[in-house]
């Protein structure tokens, strides 16, 4: 949609980045329709494993070239940190109107409405011991959740490949690296907490993540992480034209089933999927699909516009409780899943 290009994305062949297997099936082939990064990419599934992946994909020297420097998550777009709802949020902003006296003084309908509101996008635990507990987060953006994270006691630090948005950690303080989780050196059962949010379906290697993160915990520490989810109705339902995909920076797409699997093998206990009622993706593949069969209207441009940043109240709001309702069955466009490395 925005075709604002860096430069030419060079691609690679590769096997299953799960199973090592070498043979795949083509499922979609599709485009950046969020930034315009050139070229067209494939989505194949491994007859092996079934896992859903790019291939090929964008080569390592590559990768940096896929993300624009509007970039949204970099900025504060997307859901980087835990905040009240958008019903709770927007109340406590805005003077109250009668439709907001009349809604506070019916028993319960302001707390349903504030659970309506909620999209479970991060998890942030109690810290074991206020000030001493170490919590990392792996692509930590411009640190919005670290910040939370160390208002709620945790002693925090993070890295990001993003020098931009390293920096502006860097400027409030906290302790983040710019460069890739592989090249830090973090020592042995150092950190209490691992967080990455929409991380694990940018890497190339997600199983030497999971199993980096597991050395690095402390036993009974947590993992807690969101990826789209690839067992989602919205990617039946939009096929090719699904922002989940996300070419060329998704390289892989999990299921909740999958993930769950992924990390009992690792050596993680307890995985617990919590389906998020994210009905970003909606209109963001509305978006997509308005792009490519109507290229001179102004609605799909404006759409993305609300995928990459935040819909206007009347789109936000009658999607609320049906997109509970499919969190609530199983199989929403995002999950986040948490588990635990045994004591």
Not at 138 to 166: C, H, M
Not at 251 to 278: C, M, V, W, Y
Not at 286 to 291: D, E, K, L, M, N
């Amino acid at each position: 949609m925005n075709h604002e290009s860096l430069s030419i994305i060079h691609t690679i062949e590769v096997p299953c980045p799960l199973c090592g297997a070498d043979e795949s099936r083509p499922l979609h082939e599709v485009e950046d329709f969020t930034y315009g990064i050139p070229g067209r990419y494939t989505v194949v599934r491994c007859c092996g494993c079934r896992h859903l992946f790019l291939n090929p994909r964008p080569t390592d020297a590559s990768l940096l070239d896929c993300y624009p420097q509007h970039y949204a998550p970099y900025h504060g777009g997307d859901d980087a940190a835990p905040e009240p709802s958008d019903c709770e949020s927007s109340a406590a902003d805005e003077p109250k109107s009668l439709l907001r006296r009349a809604i506070g003084s019916i028993p319960g309908l302001k707390r349903f409405l504030f659970w309506l509101g909620q999209e479970n996008a991060t998890f942030l635990p109690p810290s074991p011991v206020p000030g001493r507990s170490r919590l990392l987060e792996i692509g930590s953006a411009d640190g919005k959740f670290l910040l939370a994270a160390q208002q709620a006691g945790w002693v925090v630090d993070g890295v990001e490949p993003s020098r931009e948005a390293a920096q502006r950690s860097i400027d409030q303080g906290l302790d983040v690296q710019c460069g890739m989780f592989s090249e830090m050196e973090v020592a042995d059962a150092s950190r209490d907490a691992v967080v990455y949010w929409m991380v694990l379906e940018h890497v190339t290697d997600p199983a030497a993540l999971l199993k980096e993160s597991l050395r690095v915990l402390t036993p009974g520490g947590l993992l807690a992480l969101s990826v789209p989810n690839a067992g989602a109705i919205e990617r039946h339902v939009f096929g090719r034209y699904w922002l989940g995909y996300d070419a060329p920076r998704h390289l892989q797409n999990f299921t909740a089933s999958q993930l769950k699997r992924l990390l009992r093998e690792f050596g993680f206990e307890d995985p617990k999927i919590i389906h998020q009622p994210n009905t970003r993706y909606w209109y963001g593949s509305v978006a997509a699909w308005g792009g490519k069969y109507f290229p001179s209207h102004r609605w799909p441009q404006r759409w993305m516009d609300y995928f990459t940043t935040e819909p206007p109240a009347w789109m936000r709001w009658p999607l609320l409780l049906p997109g509970k309702l499919i969190a609530m069955l199983g199989c929403s466009g995002r999950i986040t899943v948490v588990a635990r490395k045994p004591k």
